[in-house]
Structures are given as C-alpha cells and as structure tokens.
C-alpha cells in the first residue's frame, strides 16, 4: 500500500481501524483532539460506533462496557485525561478485559502545558492505579511505528486479556509523516471466548465483576494476574540497541521521539571518533531490563536521556544494579532538547568517562 | 383451595407478608429458621384465597402461591 | 393444583444478603420477572453498581457487569451502542447514580442511550452504613447528617426524575414505590413498560423506585413504609414525568 502524509493522531486513529477496531470512545483534550476527530468521520465509514463521552472518567468506563461485552474497542486521551481513566484501568485490568488506550503525553504537573512530554512515565509503568495489575505499555519514535504498535496493541490485549497502553509524547500524535498503512484489517474479530456478556441465550450466565468479598479468591487471583504478567515478560520484551555492538564510551538510553534526537546527537559525535550506544526500550512495560544490562556491561557510562525529570532512570539503575556510573539529561514542561543539547550533555558524559575522541 | 408454600429458609422475619394478606392468616412461626429468623407461616390455610400479596410483598421470593381450579383474577401482575 | 406465582426464573436460587424488610429485593424480583416475561433475559446484560445491590452480579439470571462506583451508566452506553441487540439494564442506589454518577446519568439520558435505568432511591448510602445521600430528606439522621440533614449547608434533596425530565431528548422516566403491595403491582407495570420501551428501540428509559431502608433508617420494617408514605412521597411524587411521545424538539424544526 502506497505511503501517505499523515498527521500522527490521524494514523493512529487509521491504524485501530486496520487492527479491526471500530468503536471508539472519547474526549477530547489537547494534543490527542484529532484521534477523535478523524474517527468521529471515519467510524461510521467502517459500519463503527463512535461516542464522546462526558468526560474521560466516563470513556474509560464505556470502554469498560465494549470490551465487557466483547468488543474491539479504542480510547485515546493525553496525560491529565489518563489519570482520570485510573480506576477504571485498574478494573479492566482486574477483569481481564482487552482494551487498548494511547495517551498522547503532554507537560504535567497539573493542567500542565500542551507542549510534549514524557512526563507519565512512573505512571504508565508503575503507578497507573490501585491494586497489583500490569498494563503492557509500547512507546513509539515515529508515525510509522505508532502504527505498528496500535496494531500490536490489540493483539497483545486480546493475546493476554490485558488492557495495553501505547504512549507517545505531544510529537508522536501532532506531527505528520509519511506512513503506510496494512491492506487488509489484520486478523479475525475478537474472539468472545467463554467470558464477554453475550446473553446467557443457550448457555450459563457470565460475570464479569472485580469485587473479591474472599480473601483467598482475591490472593488466588492477584496472583493469575502476575503469572500473566511473567508470561508476558519472557515473551513480549521489545527493544532497538543502536550502535551497541561492541564496547563503547557511552550508552544513551532514551525512548520515543526524545531517541531520534539523540541519534542524530550520537551521529555527530561519532564523526568525532566518540563511540556512543544508544538503548531505546520499546516496551516500556516489560522493561527489557536483561538486554539494557548487556548493552551497559559493554559500556564506560550510560547516560538517560527523557523529556521529564528523571523517570525511566530509575528503571536504568535497575538493569545496571550499580555497575555502572548513570548521568541524566532530561527538560521538561514541554522544552524538547535540540540535538545541541544533547551533544553538550554527551561531552559532559564524555568527560567523565574519561573518553577522548579524535583530536578535533 | 388456594394455599401458599413458603420456603422457610429464605425467610428473613420481615412480616410484610402478614401486613399483605388481606385475611391476616400470615403469621410469624415461634420457631427459628437457619437463619435465626421467626419464619413466615401459615396459621388458618383453609381461608387462604391465592390473592398472591403475600408472594409480592415477599422481598426475599420465599412464597410461592397455588390454587384448584379457576382464580378469581384479582389483578393482572 | 396450579402455581399462580412462582420464582421467576429472572433471579438466580441465591439467597440475598439485602437486610430483613429492605425493598431492594422486590425491586430485584420485578426486574426479574420483567425480564423473563417478556422473553427478554437470553439476550440482557445488567449492570450492578456499587452500592447495597453491588451483589446484584449474583442475583440476576442473566448475564452481569459489575460497575466502578457512579459509572454504570457509561458502561451500558459501551455495551449497548457496540451489540445493539443486547438489553441493557442499569440497577443503581441514590448514592451511586446521584452522588458520584451524576453526570454520567444525565449525559446518557441526554444522549438518549437505548438502555434502562432502575434508579433505588432509599434516601442514605445503605452498604457504607447509612451515610447522608444527595436525597436524604431535610432534618433525616445518618451518620454524617447526625443532627438531621442541615438544608443550609448540604443542599435540598435531589427529585432526579423530574432533573431528567427537563432534557430535551426523548425518555420514559417514571417514579414509582414498593412499599405496599398495590404499589408494587403498580411498580411492575412501569418497569415492563421501560423493558419494552428499549426492546422497541425507541428511547431512554429510567425507572425511579422509593425503597426502605430499615437498618439505616433505625426503623422496623413496617415503620419504614409508613416514614416512605408519609415523607418520602409528598416530595418524591409518582407517577410518569415524561414520555417519548412528550418531545418537543419543536424549536429545532421551525416551528416555535
């Protein structure tokens, strides 16, 4: 299929309608707006339904009731409208229910700005909610691989019973690049198993509840949930190592639109004679902690690189276990750092580690 | 003649069914379910006439009402 | 012999945990019977709430969600509009629906979502142990009105039939009682006609029914219906608030 110019917020509402998703419900908030917008056009197109729901906290809860009863479903929202979306994760989660949600980042706290962030990070991996549950999470560097990701997203949900967020910085969802889209829509419809609310016609009713009165049921099914999870992180841990192959001076470890700056920051430098890595997790849940760890062993230094103030670092100090010396570069409230910045945080990095380049 | 079963079990001692039966045949047992609840029962069965308020009035489905023959329909329900 | 009233096959056999006297499971029996009567529950999906009837999951023969607190509403919309086909119900108390769900209940009503809401309004938060609700009664005790509910301060009952009936958009909304049996008979009428109402496909429909609430009331059951009758239903009134057949989108057509 051709390529075509695409604004991201539009491919990703494209991509859920290639992944055999047409129902979509949502509300808009700055800088995700036009997922809605295009579906709004597009869905009746595809025989979908599309709502705009009161507010986030209904939407996620309307998605609640699609996949309850069976349904491919989508809701997209940026950072504040997430948090509002919490507990209904957390019941969606609880039920086993697949659903995908795409949270186009903007600078937070609070109202924050419009501008792009990374700043959800600890949420969307670690404390998106009550309870002990796990959402898969997939951070896209470009138009083009958010559209993959959509479309992997609902296999992973439906593969797992497992609600999967794919998160973008303001940049993913605004920008507009070239993308190509698969033919046909990938895959069957979803599948109701022996769980969605059908109507009990011809066979035995179904609940679909997350309320554990008994202790040992709840102990029991918490752990299901994490059993599921394991299986999720021995199968589904994605990753690009740049320029990781033999030792190196540095390693750069960065995520999404902020890991496409650094390659262009490693590129100069590499003209210098400077030997720079660069780690970019793309499972941000399962964190590929085992393959960051080979990169780092081959490493001086590693040096995370975010649009926030310091959050996926930590899961950096996880994978090294203090084995290596970690820096951090990171801006936030919206500021993207120029490959000149980057460049100038490298050489600081640089520096400490000792590492000269060619003389310049 | 109309009579009425009550299962005795899913009884909770509320006596809605004796405020309901229009001739006052529905008492509370002196005797105790499972449950500890004075259950529901029938003390003159012969002067039941399956008007079914008891069953309506019953929050917890405990009475279930028969009859011989024709009834005399009260109401539609 | 003939069975002229049996256990509707719309309830499951299970026992409820509703206290003795407390009209929840009435309501639960005429939803059910409902249900079953009008050969509807092979294809309905209800939605229990959080709340006293939070365990309705167990008690409707029938497929079942269990919603987070207020959010029933939003997750009918998401089953209904995705399988069209299904009967969609939503059982709710006043805490759940008036309090924390207040918007998604008037957003869905506006909407005019194709499903049907049983609204249970006993005046208090039941399963929380009896909390003042957005329609605890001016001068009702609970535990956090202790002194009775200070008009001044929390604000006038909510009378949520009559704040849907103001919408625009096409709805059955009704408020009935089950405190004596002629009014559940009465009761029952309303619900089926709400249950036909969206097997027709032809509007929203809302059911608001008084319930007692014995234990939170601090009252027998007996008195409860007597404190429903005397005070609860001079200022919740019944009867039909508002009919399809009632709108009047007049004004968008040209004609006011």
């Known amino acids: 299929m051709a390529k075509v110019l695409m604004k991201g917020n539009e491919a990703i509402g494209e991509a859920a309608i290639r992944a055999g998703c047409v129902h979509f419900f949502g509300y808009p908030i700055t800088p995700q707006s036009e997922v809605p917008e295009y579906l709004a056009k597009r869905l009746p197109e595809v025989g979908g339904r599309f ?128 993308v190509e889209f698969p033919d046909e829509v990938k895959g069957p419809p979803l599948d109701p198993g022996d769980w969605a609310l059908t109507g009990c016609a011809g066979r035995e009713k179904r609940i679909i509840n997350s309320l554990y009165l008994d202790p040992d049921f709840a102990d029991r099914h918490n752990r299901k949930l994490k059993a599921k999870f394991e299986r999720i992180r021995e199968a589904e841990q994605r990753w690009e190592a740049y320029n990781c192959d033999g030792p190196c001076d540095l390693l750069v470890v960065s995520f999404g639109m902020m890991s496409r700056i650094c390659k262009t920051a490693i590129e100069e430098l590499k003209a210098e004679g400077f030997k720079i890595g660069l780690f970019r997790p793309i ?77 310049r | 003649m109309p009579k009425i079963q009550i299962m005795m079990e899913r009884c909770k001692g509320c006596e809605r069914c004796n405020d309901a039966c229009p001739q006052g045949i529905v008492k509370m047992s002196k005797d105790l379910n499972a449950k500890g609840y004075n259950y529901a029962s029938v003390v003159e069965p012969s002067r039941c006439i399956g008007c079914r308020l008891c069953a309506i009035s019953c929050p917890d489905v405990a009475i279930e009402v028969f009859i011989e023959g024709a009834q005399y329909e009260f109401f539609a329900y | 012999m003939k069975k002229i009233f049996s256990y509707t096959e719309g309830l499951t056999r299970r026992p409820t945990h509703y206290c003795p006297g407390c009209t929840h499971g009435v309501i639960h029996r005429l939803v059910g019977e409902v249900v079953e009567e009008l050969g509807l529950r092979g294809r309905t999906v209800g939605i229990a709430p959080v709340g006293c009837s939070v365990l309705a999951y167990e008690y409707f023969n029938c497929d079942m969600f269990e919603a987070s607190h207020g959010r029933a509403p939003a997750v009918a919309t998401g089953a209904k509009r995705t ?11 006043d805490g759940d629906l008036a309090s924390i769900g207040m918007a998604e209940i008037v957003h869905a009503a506006n909407r005019g979502e194709k499903f049907t809401t049983i609204f249970v309004n006993n005046a208090i938060y039941g399963m929380t142990g009896g909390q003042m609700a957005p329609t605890t009664m001016p001068g009702q005790h609970s535990t956090t009105s202790p002194g ?8 006038y009952p909510i009378r949520v039939a009559e704040l849907l009936s103001t919408l625009t958009t096409p709805a059955y909304i009704e408020r009935v009682a089950v405190h004596t049996p002629a009014h559940t008979i009465r009761a029952k009428e309303a619900i089926r006609k709400a249950f036909e109402l969206q097997a027709e496909g032809r509007c929203y429909t809302f059911i608001e029914v008084l319930s007692t609430c014995p234990t939170n009331w601090g009252l027998s059951p007996r008195e409860s219906e007597k404190w429903l009758e005397n005070v609860m239903m001079p200022y919740y009134t019944l009867g039909v608030k508002k009919r399809p057949e009632d709108f009047d989108g007049g004004i968008f057509h040209g004609k006011h």
Not at chain 3, 148 to 155: P, T, V
Request: charged share 20%; proline share 6%; with cysteine.
């Open chain 1, 51 to 178: 709502v705009q729901a009161e507010s986030e906290v209904a939407a996620s809860n309307m998605i609640y009731g699609a996949a309850g009863v069976g349904m491919r479903v989508l809701t997209t929202s940026s950072s504040p409208g997430i948090s509002l979306m919490a507990e209904a994760l957390s019941y969606i989660a609880a039920c086993e229910l697949p659903v995908v949600l795409v949270n186009i980042m903007r600078a937070g706290p609070g109202l924050g700005g419009i501008l792009p962030s990374q700043g959800d990070y600890l949420q969307a991996t670690k404390g998106t909610a009550h309870g002990d549950f796990d959402l898969i999470v997939l951070a896209p560097d470009s138009v083009q691989e958010a559209v993959r990701l959509v479309i992997s997203a609902f296999e992973l949900a439906e593969k797992y019973r497992n609600p999967v967020m794919v998160i973008g910085d303001g940049m993913i969802g605004q920008m507009m690049e070239p």
């Open chain 1, 283 to 359: 499972t941000l849940k399962p964190y590929p902690y085992e393959a960051l760890r080979k990169a780092a062993d081959k490493a001086k230094r590693i040096i995370s690189i975010e649009m926030n103030m310091g959050q996926m670092i930590e899961d950096v100090k996880l994978a090294a276990l203090g084995t290596k010396p970690i820096d951090f570069f990171g801006m936030a409230g919206g500021l993207v750092p120029s490959p000149d910045d980057v460049v100038a945080a490298l050489r600081d990095s640089l520096k400490k580690a000792g590492a000269g380049g060619k003389a």
């Open chain 3, 83 to 93: 399988r069209p086909n299904l009967i969609v119900f939503t059982y709710q108390g």
């Open chain 3, 148 to 155: 009775g509910r200070n008009c001044d301060e929390a604000g």
